[in-house]
Structures are given as structure tokens and as C-alpha cells.
């Protein structure tokens, strides 16, 4: 399953943590806290990419058909370039920090 971006910032919203200047404890009653939202992303990561791998060696024993190995490629790709995205962005973010002088 890929998540997308609306969904993860639905969650943060449902948090109650935007806009407010709330204690960092992540627990809420509304919902999902955004540490949730993160371990269930990579979760669900995790899994696609296995699906991924089961579809290729399925393939290679010639026990799958092309589709569902192609799906299964193409979903565990893009959850790949997701992560990679968000690592980067992660990574730029912590750089920007420790340039600013305090």
C-alpha cells in the first residue's frame, strides 16, 4: 500500500499538533499521533517491497503472470523513490540546522 501525502498530514492534523504550541508526548485522543502515522508508512513500505520480491521470484519460476509482476515491481519502485525522497529532504533539513548559528 503506498501513502500519500494528504493522508499523512490528515493524521497530524487529527493530532491537534498544528498550530498550537502543545507538549511533544505524540499521544492523543482525537487519533493517530504523527509517530504512528510514521512506523505504520514504514510498515506498509516494508511490506511492498517483500510483495515486490515475491512477485520477482514468482516470475523467475514462471508462476506468476506479467501483470501482477509488474504491478507488484512498479508499487515496490515507487515506495522506494518515496523513501528516498523523504531521507533527502530529511537529510537537507538537518544540514540547514546545523548551518544556523545559535
Known sequence: MVMN???????YRQ???VGE??????DTAGGASFGD????????TV???KEGEKAASAAANGKADLASVVTAISNAELVL????AIRDKVVAAYQ??????I
Open 21 to 26: 504550541n502543545a507538549a511533544s508526548t505524540g
Open 81 to 84: 523513490q518515496e523513501v528516498v
Open 37 to 44: 502515522v510514521l512506523k505504520n508508512f514504514a510498515g506498509n
Open 5 to 11: 501525502v494528504a493522508d499523512a498530514l490528515a493524521a
Open 96 to 101: 540547514d540546522i546545523s548551518k544556523t548559528s
Open 15 to 17: 493530532s491537534g499538533k
Open 47 to 49: 511490506d511492498t517491497l
